[in-house]
């Protein structure tokens, strides 16, 4: 046993977050927690000022999202609390593993009407999959580990740590020991389980028995690094792979197997979904978007469920099968069970697969007006279609809430398999956009990262930019202008008409300028053919964020997703202005 050390309580987490191999963390301190911050500084940790907690979440959950790692942030009590919360419920819904401390009143005064304290307990929990409160400084180890268990297993999600001030000032002896990390728990998913063999080998002869079966993938795959399982399942099978948002490459969107979004948008996935004998779901939650508001899958069809989560089986929509297990695992075993007979159904299904691939070369042809439209100001469908032929393959796309991920999800097409696409579709907010380029700059400083951000989003939260300059960071925003919450006008404009509109028209700014003056590359695009050159300036980084203001269409009728063909889409049936 070491001889013990008298240590603050703050000292204690920075060195329990050390052991752990914490990365980047974010955050805006309080009196609180200057313990903390202090064994910070001493200890040298990657800590980060934010200019709003909320912002320290989605940087963190984005960072999470793409290393699979623990995310970090910090608030003080109060204010800097509450305005967590819609940070959390994002990476509550989406399953990213963060943990987040927050300063809380001094127990001898709480309940006194001490400065900014609130009720955060109570606001608080419903927000994370976990809460747990530091009542004593030696349990300081203890609830680190804790914590970084519960954040990382099963589905993972947010753990608050909440640190009263007398805990996070007061001192107790800690010998090292006492200051261990659990490197099983350091990354999610920290522990793997897979369904029992018997619903295996059902699932198994399921699908080799289905004529037109089709692979549903949502963002669990990314959660469980499954993508390649996905692909390597997908073509021993020749078994076509649609995605939600979230599962956007789960298998490349340019592999001949990709049947691309299914949902409310699509490009051929949904007929595929109504013409198949068996559907299989993998870490899919099959939600609004992803059912078309539960219209989707149709009543009677063959639905094998994957997934880490029981709650989900049967949540909107049946199923014939239900697998509790890891993604990655399960798969790999379905893999293993069907290999001496994929030979044989690889063959038989191949003219099936073939039909897939034709129906999206031609969908492709039939969007390609659209998708190089010189129409100004510039079409959602013809920036998609200049990300996709200038981002490489190893290239991070952010998308923030609104039409930017709804246009990017139908379009945007990943190059290899894994998470390429990094949308926020737990909770859908606007205000993604820069601080979670930050969180990806921060994540893989060796891809170029490009975020979608609406000019609604980004007044929201244009104060990362000075985050972002602060920190050298070198990624590329592309401001959707439109001077409109777009997708709240595109809305009441299929309610109510042309005209009809409240509440949703922005002034007209100019973002080049103002990123200018925020020490940020700002260009302004109205041409659709500036687009091209504009994207290879800001991939050349050269240590600042370029942002890329972009003027769109301010037509209501054309700010949803819909580039079917107008045959293809009387045929669905949808409503189109």
Known sequence: MSQPNEMTGGE???RMLQAHGVGPMFGMGGFQLLPFYDAVRRLGLAHHLVNDERCGVFAADAYAKITGRLGVCDATLGPGATNLVTGLVEALNAGSPLVVLTGDAHRLHAGKNMTQEARQLEILRPAVKELLRVEEVARIPELVRRAYAIATSGRPGPVVLDVPEDVCHGTHPFASEDLAA??????????????EAAALERAADLL???????????????????????????????????????????IACTHRLSAGLFGRYDRIANRLIEESDCLFVVGCKLGEIATKRYALPGPGKTLVHLDILPEEFGRTTPASLALWGDARESLRELRELLAERAPEIAARRRPYTEEVAARMAAWREDVRERLTSDERPVSMARLVHELNRH?????????????????AGLLYDTKRPGRGFVPDRGFASIGYGVPAAIGAALAAPERPVVSL?????????????????????AFTLVIINNAASGYVKALQHLMYGRGAYQSSDLAAMDYARI??????????????AAIAPALREGLRGEGRPTVIDLLVTRDPAK???????????????????
Do not use: Q, Y
């Open 12 to 14: 204690a987490l920075a």
């Open 182 to 195: 659990d490197p099983s728990v350091a990354a999610a998913p920290a522990r793997r389980c897979r369904p």
């Open 208 to 250: 080799a028995g289905a004529r037109r079966p089709l692979m549903l993938c949502g963002g669990g795959v990314h959660i469980s690094g499954a993508a390649a399982e996905v692909t390597a399942l997908a073509e021993a099978l020749e078994l076509p792979v649609a995605h939600t948002m979230s599962g956007k490459g789960a």
């Open 391 to 407: 981002l490489p393959e190893d290239a991070l796309l952010i998308a923030d809430g609104g039409f930017a991920a709804h246009w």
């Open 453 to 473: 951000t609406g000019d609604g989003g980004f007044n929201m939260t244009m104060g990362e930019l000075e985050t972002a300059v602060r920190l050298g960071l």
């Open 515 to 528: 990123a200018e003056a925020m020490g940020c590359r700002g260009l302004r695009v109205e041409d659709p």
């Open 559 to 577: 700010m949803l997703p819909g580039v079917d063909s107008r045959a293809a889409r009387v045929a669905k049936g949808d409503r189109i202005a």
